[in-house]
């Protein structure tokens, strides 16, 4: 039988490269085809459909910065990677295949293929497009065909309102055949009649709503939350209240479950707390006590958060009660399953039941006793030991798949040092699958949080 070349796929090695101003994306079961000025498009194929198709493929322009990359060449062990021969495949390969060549050090080499991949996209949309954590590349369709006007609107007046315009499949309803004509068209009217076709207030608060929210947490989980707590009265009215909006304060005024214990006075402080733009720990810390609540011998009285001295405080009242004697009377004993990932020596070994978790979360005062029904082969929990320090490490991933550091935290959620880091760095991407090692690293520089 001869097998069709337009619909069969060879493998890949995973890796990246540029050419011809196109940027390729390659998976060990498929690639992906970026074109990213004038007219930015991507095609992908892969097993599942081997025929060309459109894709809106995920690209984080700041990931392709110098700066991102002087980064990514101080990751652990990024300097023992280097390219193999050249075997006829354009690729940028993301293996251990050869050892160290100084001239050849992979990551120079991929500074170089991100300069080239941008220099066709003009430096200022570049820049504005870099104020955003995320949709790098429904930005660039958005700033290709709709001009001056969708600058001036994510650089300068509205940024969250443009960021929603860029995801119209996202926030229209109803649903358009033609896109990107019905927001040229929505960009030659008011903000406020943009804002209501989105979904929005249609009013000059709603507007304002959006302008409180800074770039560094503009992202579209955040603005559907926003979606939700406009449906509430009140938190509607709370929020107009407040000077900034950032992904904490969201977080909470969009979950119905979370607001049931938080104040308004609560939220807007969190709202003025730059730290919390990005990633809200208070989030985190929130979710936690509610979960904690549940495990103590006897119920507490509901409460209701006022300030984040006051949840940190809580949090830690509730981490030492339900790791006292008795205090976890309602924690079911379970035996889990195998680790995802084998134990290295006593350095990093798997916690295998309840009680080897009681004691890790003893030992660290914090609160991974919560996690005792999470844990499954998608989900494990790892005590680490090095050099003296303490640390809590959780995987999330897909079994046969890549596992990525999910919460790491040391004694009463410390930051981890740097060596500890990089041995956990280490030790995953010696365990992953070979064709699943890839060039980021699996712990980012954002990935310590509390637990």
Same mark, same amino acid.
């Given at each position: 039988?001869?097998q069709?070349?337009q619909?069969?796929?060879r493998?890949f090695?995973?890796?990246?490269?540029v050419?011809?101003g196109?940027?390729?994306?390659?998976?060990d079961?498929g690639?992906?085809?970026?074109k990213?000025?004038?007219?930015?498009?991507?095609?992908?194929?892969?097993?599942?459909?081997?025929a060309w198709?459109?894709?809106?493929?995920?690209?984080?322009?700041r990931?392709?910065?110098?700066?991102?990359?002087?980064?990514?060449?101080?990751?652990p062990?990024?300097?023992?990677?280097?390219?193999?021969e050249?075997?006829g495949?354009?690729?940028?390969?993301?293996?251990?295949?050869?050892?160290?060549?100084?001239?050849l050090?992979?990551?120079?080499?991929?500074?170089?293929?991100?300069?080239?991949f941008?220099?066709?996209?003009?430096?200022e949309?570049?820049?504005?497009i870099r104020?955003f954590?995320?949709?790098?590349?429904?930005?660039?369709?958005?700033?290709?065909r709709?001009g001056?006007?969708?600058?001036e609107?994510?650089?300068?007046?509205?940024?969250a309102l443009?960021?929603?315009?860029?995801l119209?499949?996202?926030?229209?309803?109803?649903?358009?055949?033609?896109?990107?004509?019905?927001?040229?068209?929505?960009?030659r009217?008011?903000q406020?009649d943009?804002?209501?076709?989105l979904g929005?207030?249609?009013?000059?608060?709603?507007?304002?709503?959006?302008?409180k929210?800074?770039h560094?947490?503009?992202?579209?989980?955040?603005?559907?939350?926003?979606?939700?707590?406009?449906?509430?009265?009140?938190?509607?009215?709370?929020l107009?209240h407040?000077?900034? #909006?950032n !992904?904490?304060a /969201?977080?909470i005024?969009?979950?119905?479950?979370l =607001?049931?214990?938080a104040? +308004?006075r609560?939220v807007?402080?969190?709202?003025?707390?730059?730290?919390?733009?990005?990633?809200?720990?208070?989030?985190?810390?929130?979710r936690?006590?509610?979960?904690?609540?549940?495990?103590?011998?006897?119920?507490?009285?509901?409460?209701?958060?006022?300030?984040?001295g006051?949840l940190?405080?809580?949090h830690?009242?509730y981490?030492?009660?339900?790791n006292g004697?008795?205090?976890?009377?309602?924690?079911?004993?379970?035996?889990?399953?195998?680790?995802?990932?084998?134990?290295?020596?006593h350095?990093?070994?798997?916690?295998k039941?309840?009680?080897?978790?009681r004691?890790?979360a003893?030992a660290c005062s914090?609160c991974a006793l919560?996690?005792n029904?999470r844990?499954?082969?998608y989900y494990?929990?790892?005590r680490?030991?090095?050099?003296?320090? #303490?640390? !809590?490490?959780? /995987?999330?991933?897909?079994?046969?798949?890549?596992? =990525?550091?999910?919460?790491? +935290?040391?004694r009463?959620?410390?930051?981890?040092?740097p060596?500890?880091?990089?041995?956990?760095?280490?030790?995953i991407q010696?365990?992953?699958?070979?064709s699943?090692?890839?060039?980021?690293?699996?712990?980012s520089?954002?990935?310590?949080?509390?637990?």
């Amino acid at each position: 039988m001869i097998q069709n070349p337009q619909t069969t796929l060879r493998p890949f090695r995973p890796g990246m490269a540029v050419k011809n101003g196109k940027l390729y994306l390659f998976t060990d079961s498929g690639v992906c085809v970026v074109k990213v000025w004038p007219r930015p498009q991507a095609w992908e194929r892969d097993e599942l459909q081997p025929a060309w198709h459109a894709c809106r493929p995920y690209i984080n322009l700041r990931d392709f910065s110098a700066s991102g990359c002087r980064e990514l060449r101080r990751q652990p062990g990024c300097s023992e990677y280097t390219l193999p021969e050249d075997d006829g495949q354009l690729t940028f390969d993301f293996g251990e295949d050869v050892l160290l060549d100084p001239r050849l050090n992979w990551a120079y080499r991929m500074e170089e293929q991100c300069r080239r991949f941008l220099e066709k996209i003009p430096r200022e949309l570049r820049r504005i497009i870099r104020l955003f954590p995320e949709r790098h590349f429904d930005l660039l369709c958005l700033l290709a065909r709709c001009g001056p006007a969708a600058a001036e609107l994510l650089g300068e007046t509205n940024p969250a309102l443009g960021f929603a315009l860029a995801l119209p499949r996202s926030f229209m309803r109803p649903a358009v055949q033609r896109p990107w004509r019905s927001v040229r068209a929505l960009l030659r009217r008011r903000q406020r009649d943009i804002a209501a076709r989105l979904g929005f207030a249609p009013s000059e608060a709603g507007r304002r709503l959006l302008l409180k929210i800074p770039h560094e947490s503009t992202r579209l989980a955040n603005l559907k939350a926003l979606l939700r707590a406009m449906d509430d009265p009140f938190w509607l009215k709370a929020l107009q209240h407040a000077k900034r #909006l950032n !992904t904490g304060a /969201l977080l909470i005024a969009g979950n119905a479950q979370l =607001r049931r214990y938080a104040s +308004a006075r609560f939220v807007q402080q969190l709202g003025n707390d730059v730290y919390q733009d990005r990633e809200s720990y208070a989030v985190r810390q929130l979710r936690d006590v509610i979960e904690m609540r549940h495990l103590l011998p006897e119920r507490r009285r509901a409460f209701c958060v006022h300030s984040l001295g006051e949840l940190a405080a809580l949090h830690e009242e509730y981490v030492a009660t339900i790791n006292g004697h008795g205090g976890t009377s309602a924690l079911a004993e379970r035996t889990y399953p195998p680790p995802p990932l084998p134990d290295e020596g006593h350095t990093i070994t798997a916690v295998k039941n309840t009680g080897e978790l009681r004691e890790l979360a003893q030992a660290c005062s914090n609160c991974a006793l919560t996690r005792n029904k999470r844990i499954s082969e998608y989900y494990y929990v790892y005590r680490v030991e090095y050099k003296g320090e #303490l640390a !809590t490490l959780a /995987l999330s991933g897909e079994k046969g798949g890549i596992y =990525r550091v999910e919460e790491m +935290a040391g004694r009463r959620n410390a930051r981890c040092s740097p060596a500890l880091r990089s041995e956990v760095c280490h030790w995953i991407q010696k365990h992953q699958p070979a064709s699943m090692k890839v060039a980021a690293a699996p712990i980012s520089a954002n990935s310590d949080r509390s637990m």
